[in-house]
Nanobody, 124 residues
Framework: QVQLVESGGGLVQAGHSLRLSCVVS????????MGWFRQAPGKEREFVAT????????YYADSVEGRFTISRDDAKNTAYLQMTSLQPEDTAMYYC?????????????????WGQGTQVTVGS
């Protein structure tokens, strides 16, 4: 059973940074493309960033391009989302997800496993 556990969320002021982590267990991490999604109160879950199973390719939502960086460390079975220049509109629950054999995928329904989420709140 593949499990994903996110951490690193919190309350920060606008302009500051956070790094989210997603530890994967129960599977071969290098077999999975990884993605980050977020859901703000009253809104639908949306794509944020994805990295392929080799770590060579990444793709971002326009709203975070240039501010967020997705990465992975296969030795630690962990995916990361480095978030800089955070803005109040980045406030959301952030979820990581794993897609078996996938490259850079932004479609939520194609992901096989999901974490429980970590809350990010950005004050103005």
């Amino acid at each position: 059973q593949v499990q994903l556990v996110e951490s690193g969320g919190g309350l920060v002021q606008a302009g500051h940074s956070l790094r989210l982590s997603c530890v994967v267990s129960g599977g071969t991490f290098s077999d999975y493309g990884m993605g980050w999604f977020r859901q703000a109160p009253g809104k639908e879950r949306e794509f944020v960033a994805t990295i392929d199973l080799t770590g060579a390719e990444a793709y971002y939502a326009d709203s975070v391009e240039g501010r967020f960086t997705i990465s992975r460390d296969d030795a630690k079975n962990t995916a990361y989302l480095q978030m800089t220049s955070l803005q109040p509109e980045d406030t959301a629950m952030y979820y990581c997800a794993a897609c078996h054999g996938c490259h850079t995928i932004s479609i939520m329904s194609l992901y096989d496993y999901w974490g429980q989420g970590t809350q990010v709140t950005v004050g103005s």
